[in-house]
């Protein structure tokens, strides 16, 4: 009988225990920002929960104005939920990058046209999956 009973209540405190080292339940999350068609290199992208509330997630784009989002070190995405998101420009200190030859950090070559202090709000949503979701700022 104590048996039983002993194994009645560890069995449900190792499913708990199981069941919260999962974490959110996550999308992948990328896509493009662009200005007026055109992309916009080295936008920073923040997505921040509103329902349910919690931890961001962020990533800067490339050159080409494509960002995959960041979640933790080890999770891609952004939990499945709805945010507020924040499109701006990086400024130059953001953008430094480890100069391969030297190991300092410098600022890399700003494209042609960048265009600074931009910035733009927009609401989303992230469902389970892949997730595809371009920003287009616009020039005010």
């Given at each position: 009988?104590?048996?039983?009973?002993?194994?009645?209540?560890?069995?449900?405190?190792?499913?708990?225990?199981?069941?919260?080292?999962?974490?959110?339940?996550?999308?992948?999350?990328?896509g493009?920002?662009?200005l007026?068609?055109?992309?916009?290199?080295?936008?920073?992208?923040?997505?921040?929960p509103?329902?349910?509330?919690?931890?961001?997630?962020g990533?800067?784009?490339?050159?080409?104005?494509?960002?995959?989002?960041?979640?933790?070190?080890?999770?891609?995405?952004?939990?499945?939920?709805?945010?507020?998101?924040?499109?701006?420009?990086?400024?130059?200190?953001?953008?430094?990058?480890?100069?391969?030859?030297?190991?300092?950090?410098?600022?890399?070559?700003?494209?042609?046209?960048?265009?600074?202090n931009?910035?733009?709000?927009?609401?989303?949503?992230?469902?389970?999956?892949?997730?595809?979701?371009?920003?287009?700022?616009?020039?005010?």
């Amino acid at each position: 009988m104590k048996r039983v009973f002993t194994t009645a209540l560890i069995l449900p405190l190792g499913v708990a225990i199981t069941g919260c080292s999962r974490g959110p339940e996550m999308g992948v999350v990328h896509g493009k920002v662009t200005l007026n068609g055109e992309p916009v290199p080295f936008a920073y992208v923040h997505f921040q929960p509103t329902s349910p509330p919690g931890t961001y997630s962020g990533s800067y784009a490339n050159e080409a104005g494509e960002y995959k989002l960041i979640y933790t070190k080890d999770l891609k995405g952004a939990p499945v939920g709805k945010y507020e998101v924040t499109v701006r420009t990086a400024n130059k200190e953001e953008l430094q990058v480890e100069d391969k030859t030297t190991g300092k950090l410098v600022t890399p070559t700003l494209p042609k046209g960048y265009k600074a202090n931009l910035e733009a709000n927009f609401e989303r949503e992230v469902a389970k999956g892949d997730n595809s979701l371009d920003f287009e700022i616009a020039r005010k």
